[in-house]
Each structure stands twice: as structure tokens, then as C-alpha cells.
């Protein structure tokens, strides 16, 4: 992935934010947030583990509800927007939120814990690696200097049965509103978020290399140019362009008038105009060779 690829993936926005405790009104929530110092606006999203409440507002929508709130006093929206920017990371108390349901929550967190899980299932087996190594060691004579750094050979099943029967875990879960996001688990969120938008941005440059290839393969192959006509009839045979009587179109609806399928006509037609060349090239080399 090139650099400029990075820092697209690396953009800040909502998204990209890591989930933080948040405590107000004696109830536990999570809450994120973006502020942008270019346009003055603002994006927060809070959740108390069953609902998720979005407040989007750019700088347009804080003058009027500003006027709407406070009739009689002016303010500058960059103030504005530092203020509760202020309210929001200070945790202020007597500060209101009312905001719509929205969700960003669920799949980075089912992609956080299948990192997790990967990262475990690495470390189990670096452990059982280091027995192994430890062991060719006491073969080969070696002792420790220290009868306290011995430890006893890592089982996979009996540590998982151990961590589900430890106290730790039900602490863990009673507090989990609390400790769920720590500052290692929001560096994580944000690492996965880039990641998802990497995958997401690798997808879609693979589709549009794998269209060029067709056509780059269709061309060299000497494909007819009928079997990419819209219009042919699959009574015709593909070896035979049918002449065509200009029809004057219907009016397309907006859903057909769409970017993607304005795209794909395009290619059609490109395809369609580059096996034409082709064929003629054809044609004319044969003549040449009958002189």
C-alpha cells in the first residue's frame, strides 16, 4: 500500500475515533467524538450499550440553533464549537444531550474481538515454542541460575479453563463499562478502522483491474464485437454483425442514469469499438496477402 494510500485510510473522521468511557448523570456510556477546526463543525456519538445517539452539525446548523437557543446573545461558531468540544471531553454534568439513533459500534467491535483472538492463539503458540525451546535447552545440560525463574510447561486448555474459573473474570465483566475501552483497546479501534477502510479500497481497485484484463483479454482473442451489443439478437450468429436501425431511446430513469451504469456503457462501447478496429486491421492484412 503506497503512502498516499495510507493517509487516505488514516483520514480523520466519526469513524476513525475511539470509543471512550463516559460518565454523566450517574449512568455509564461510551461516547465519540469529532470536531473539525477547518469547517467548524462537529460529529458525537454516545451509546449506553443498547442504543446509539448521533448529533451531526456543521457550521450552518449551530448559527441557527444558536439563534433558536439563545435569542439574545451572539457568538462566533468556532467558540461555539470549542465550547462543547470542551463540554464533551470535560465530561461537564450539566450538560444535554438530545440526538438521533444512529450505529458505528457493532462491526469494528466483532472485528476487534477476532483480532484479539488472533493475537492470543500467537502468543499460545510462541509459549508452547518456548517450552520446546526451553526443553532442547535442559537436554543439552543447561540450568538455571535461579530455581524461581522455573516455570511450568504452558497447557493451552487448562490456562482457558483457568481465566473462566479466575475471580478476575467476573471483575472484569461487572466493570467492563468502565475498563471496555482502555487507551490499548482505542488504539486497536483505530487500527481497525484503517484497516477496514484499506480492505474496503483494495476491493475496489481489484474489481477495476480485473474489468481491464477482460478487455485486454477480449481484444487479443479477436472476440466479436456482436457478442458485447446490447441490441443483438441471440438468433444472430456472433460471427455476423447485424445492421442496426437507429432507435430513438426511451427516457431512462434516474436509477439507470446512475455514475456505475454510465461507466459500464462506456467500457461497452469502448470494447466495442476497439474489436471493430480490430477485426478491420484483420481484414485489410488479408488483402494484402491475396495481392
Same mark, same amino acid.
Given at each position: 500500500?503506497?503512502? $498516499? ?7 480523520? $473522521? ?10 454523566? #448523570? ?36 449551530? @448559527? ?22 470542551? #463540554? ?72 482457558? #479453563?483457568?481465566?473462566?474459573?479466575? $475471580? ?66 441471440? #438468433? ?45 486491421? @484483420?481484414?485489410? @492484412?488479408?488483402? @494484402?496477402?491475396?495481392?
Amino acid at each position: 500500500m503506497a503512502a $498516499s494510500d495510507e493517509d487516505f485510510c488514516r483520514k480523520e $473522521s466519526l469513524i476513525s475515533q475511539p470509543w471512550r468511557p463516559f460518565f454523566i #448523570n450517574n449512568k455509564h456510556f461510551l461516547v465519540k467524538s469529532y470536531f473539525s477546526n477547518l469547517s467548524n463543525a462537529y460529529e458525537i456519538c454516545i451509546s449506553d450499550f443498547n442504543k446509539i445517539w448521533l448529533e451531526v452539525s456543521d457550521q450552518d446548523t449551530i @448559527k441557527t440553533r444558536n439563534k433558536e437557543l439563545n435569542p439574545n446573545i451572539e457568538a462566533d461558531v468556532t467558540y461555539i464549537v470549542k465550547h462543547i468540544k470542551k #463540554n464533551v471531553e470535560e465530561q461537564q454534568q450539566l450538560t444535554k444531550y438530545q440526538m438521533q439513533i444512529s450505529s458505528s459500534l457493532l462491526e469494528p467491535l466483532v472485528d476487534m474481538v477476532a483480532e484479539l483472538q488472533r493475537r492470543q492463539t500467537e502468543l499460545q503458540n510462541l509459549l508452547e515454542k518456548k517450552d520446546l525451546e526451553i526443553s532442547d535447552y535442559k537436554a543439552s545440560g543447561v540450568k538455571l541460575s535461579h530455581k524461581r525463574f522455573e516455570t511450568k510447561t504452558f497447557d493451552r486448555e487448562a490456562f482457558n #479453563n483457568k481465566m473462566v474459573l479466575s $475471580s478476575g473474570f467476573g471483575e472484569t465483566v461487572a466493570k467492563s463499562k468502565t475498563l471496555g475501552f482502555t487507551e490499548g483497546l482505542q488504539e486497536l479501534y483505530k487500527q481497525v478502522v484503517i484497516k477496514r477502510a484499506w480492505l474496503q479500497e483494495k476491493r475496489l481497485r481489484e474489481t477495476e483491474v480485473s474489468e481491464d484484463s477482460l478487455l485486454e483479454t477480449a481484444i487479443g482473442s479477436g472476440v466479436p464485437s456482436s457478442l458485447f451489443s446490447d441490441t443483438a439478437s441471440p #438468433n444472430v450468429s456472433p460471427q455476423i454483425s447485424p445492421r442496426k436501425t437507429p432507435v430513438p431511446s426511451p427516457q431512462k430513469s434516474s436509477t439507470e442514469n446512475s455514475p456505475s451504469k454510465d461507466r459500464e456503457l462506456q467500457r461497452r462501447e469502448e470494447l466495442r469499438r476497439k474489436l471493430e478496429e480490430e477485426e478491420e486491421r @484483420k481484414k485489410r @492484412k488479408k488483402k @494484402k496477402i491475396k495481392l
